[in-house]
């Protein structure tokens, strides 16, 4: 064993794996990626033996792989973020009514925020609604203990299990105890027996019964968990008759808070109350016998909890139950956060009211700044090809046609932003190009663009294309293609041929699947060069029917960034046209000098702005300069010494393009 500084995820890898895990699969979703990385750069080092690992093109194609691997005795392991339940929520459903065989673990990271997520949906109610145990870390320690517990839990019913952390839990880093080698469990193989694992209507109704059965002797089990834990903190009263109860990451920061509230008291001499405090670590099935010994003699009790009222509920029902007299207060009451993340002094704060202390208010240590701090709002990086696709699309409908542009869920998302403004809707994976077909179908005198990335395009925009050429939508797919799943980290998917088991297979070409599914135009261009990027938008836009546009480049995380764009300054002209048109973060305009300024420590020389500029005063080294040639109202006129000097007066307007200078 050595004792690692793991973040909470690389934790719960190890975790899987010294479980004996034999199969592992998932989709890119933050907070929970590292986890599925981290098990392959084991596996890559030697250390993790007999161990399967894939990205898999979406959460129902892992949850439905590994299923096949559980019905034959192995342990599997599934990664996804919250909103990647929803996609694996078919055969989940499914698999909870024939069971499984070897222990199945779904890890599902939540998000509270969101930070990163469409959603700030609860798994705790996914889990209800399933009937599928859930397990709900308070630190990525006890997440490691946790997971071990889910495997002989899932063994033991037959049953798949939720291990649901949070952001928080995910992205903390602590020291952990792994195991230098870990061997996955030798399963014993699939037993054919129809009656069991064909799900039809008897098998349901045989299943739901089952699950109907385990569930309440799971919650006996819990209720004699270490994971359900309380004690009582004498105060200056006799007997505790108020209580806490908390979960998740929630459970820490009332630990952390209770701590600071003994100090001030100490410090204070001010008096405080007996209280119980307790963690509900396996909130589905509810441990009810444990709590209830918790609640006995209690007046009053605060729940804390991340996103929805689980434990809130699960205390009211079991006050009526028990007819018991306490009274319950939390997200339902307004007395805790309703929405986001919990804080430790959030819960301090809230404590103290509950126990009726007026404890001085903590100065609060703040950094004063001369200036106003300028706002930094998320951006496309420099030099991503995305813009190029974005820029290239507008210019090809131009002012007269109007548009609907449909965005879906990636790092293209944020080409609703100021000066792109190219997204005008985004749901969730896959929507845009099914989006666009119902905007066609309500408003056909519109266009309707669908803006879809390369790894969500064979995640979940495949039966949208077929859609589309099945019903006939006059719509227009723009496939990002960059090469990656950028958005959760640079994973690999069925368009790089690159798998995390080494080596490669057959890339998967889009513009095959595109024409194998029936789209007739398809039309392909680098982004990074606007009069062909332009030229592809335009001649799929105006196709009748459903047509595409791929847009081949690479993320810039993927490629060795190029000498930066230099500037020429006498060749400016002040229009600013570069820095307010596509927005790229490493062009600036200094009012001091009245001119765009290039910051060439961020600049990785695509040279899309070299196209922009109609002047010829941004140069690419690694791309030939043609002089453009101006029209009338874009010429300069020259200096003496023949530099271009400055813009025509109206008057001079006037005779150079032989009108009128109002």
Request: aromatic fraction near 8%; include cysteine.
């Amino acid at each position: 064993m050595t004792k690692s500084f793991l973040m909470g995820n690389q934790a719960f890898a190890h975790a899987a794996l010294e479980a004996g895990v034999r199969v592992c699969a998932g989709y890119p979703g933050t907070p929970s990626s590292e986890v599925i990385e981290t098990v392959a750069k084991l596996r890559d080092a030697g250390s993790a033996h007999d161990v399967y690992v894939e990205w898999s093109t979406n959460e129902k194609a892992a949850l439905e792989m590994l299923a096949g691997a559980a019905l034959c005795g192995a342990r599997t392991l599934f990664t996804a973020k919250q909103v990647g339940l929803n996609v694996a929520s078919d055969p989940l459903m499914s698999l909870n009514y024939i069971g499984v065989e070897g222990g199945t673990v779904l890890l599902v990271a939540d998000d509270p925020g969101p930070i990163s997520s469409q959603t700030e949906q609860d798994t705790r109610r996914f889990a209800s609604f399933a009937k599928v145990p859930v397990f709900d870390p308070a630190t990525s320690e006890q997440g490691c203990a946790m997971i071990a517990a889910a495997y002989d839990l899932s063994e033991k019913y037959h049953t798949p299990v939720i291990f649901r952390p949070s952001t928080r839990i995910c992205h903390a880093s602590t020291f952990v105890e792994v195991a230098d080698e870990t061997h996955a469990r030798k399963p014993e193989g699939f037993e054919n027996d129809p009656s069991k694992w064909v799900i039809f209507p008897g098998r349901s109704y045989r299943g739901h019964g089952e699950i109907n059965e385990r569930l309440p002797k799971i919650a006996a089990d819990f209720s004699a968990s270490p994971f359900n834990p309380w004690r009582e903190v004498a105060g200056t009263d006799e007997g505790a008759k108020i209580g806490i109860i908390a979960g998740g990451v929630s459970y820490s920061y009332a630990e952390e808070a209770l701590a600071q509230i003994e100090e001030q008291v100490e410090a204070t001499g001010a008096l405080s109350p007996s209280y119980r405090l307790m963690q509900v670590g396996t909130p589905y099935p509810f441990p009810e016998a444990a709590v209830a010994k918790f609640a006995e003699g209690l007046d009053r009790i605060i729940v804390f909890e991340e996103l929805d009222h689980v434990i809130e509920d699960e205390l009211l029902k079991l006050c009526g139950k028990l007819h018991a007299g306490f009274e319950v207060q939390g997200k339902l009451t307004g007395t805790t956060t309703t929405r986001g993340e919990n804080t430790v002094d959030a819960i301090r704060m809230q404590i103290q009211e509950f126990f009726g202390l007026d404890l001085p208010v903590a100065a609060e240590r703040t950094v004063e700044f001369s200036d106003p701090i300028p706002e930094r709002p998320a951006v496309l990086c420099a030099g991503c090809p995305h813009r190029g696709a974005f820029y290239a699309v507008k210019k090809a409908l131009g002012r007269r046609r109007e548009a609907v542009m449909c965005g879906d869920i990636g790092c293209y998302t944020l080409g609703n932003a100021a000066p792109l403004n190219a997204v005008d809707t985004c749901l969730d994976m896959g929507a845009g190009i099914t989006m666009a077909q119902g905007f066609n179908v309500i408003e056909p005198d519109k266009k309707a663009i669908a803006f879809v990335g390369d790894s969500t395009f064979f995640a979940s925009g495949m039966t949208g294309v077929a859609n589309a050429v099945y019903n006939k939508h006059d719509i227009t797919i723009v496939v990002l293609d960059n090469a990656t799943t950028a958005m959760t980290g640079s994973q690999p998917h069925p368009g790089t041929g690159a798998t995390l088991m080494g080596g490669f297979s057959a890339p998967i070409s889009i513009q095959e699947v595109l024409s194998a599914l029936g789209v007739k135009k398809i039309t392909k261009a680098n982004p990074l060069f606007a009069d062909k990027a332009i030229e592809a938008a335009r001649e799929a836009i105006d196709y009748d029917g459903p047509s595409a546009v791929i847009y081949e480049s690479p993320c810039t995380k993927l490629t060795k960034a190029k000498p930066p764009v230099y500037f020429i300054a006498n060749a400016c002209a002040g229009c600013r046209k570069c820095v307010t048109t596509i927005g790229c973060p490493a062009l600036g305009w200094s009012e001091v000098g009245h001119s765009i300024v290039i910051n060439r420590a961020m600049c990785v020389g695509c040279g899309l702005c070299t196209d922009i500029c109609e002047y010829g005063a941004i140069t690419c080294p690694t791309r030939k300069r043609v002089r453009p040639a101006l029209p009338p109202r874009s010429q300069r006129l020259h200096a003496e010494d023949g530099s271009l000097s400055r813009f025509p007066t109206p008057q001079e307007l006037a005779e150079i393009e032989g009108g009128s200078d109002d």
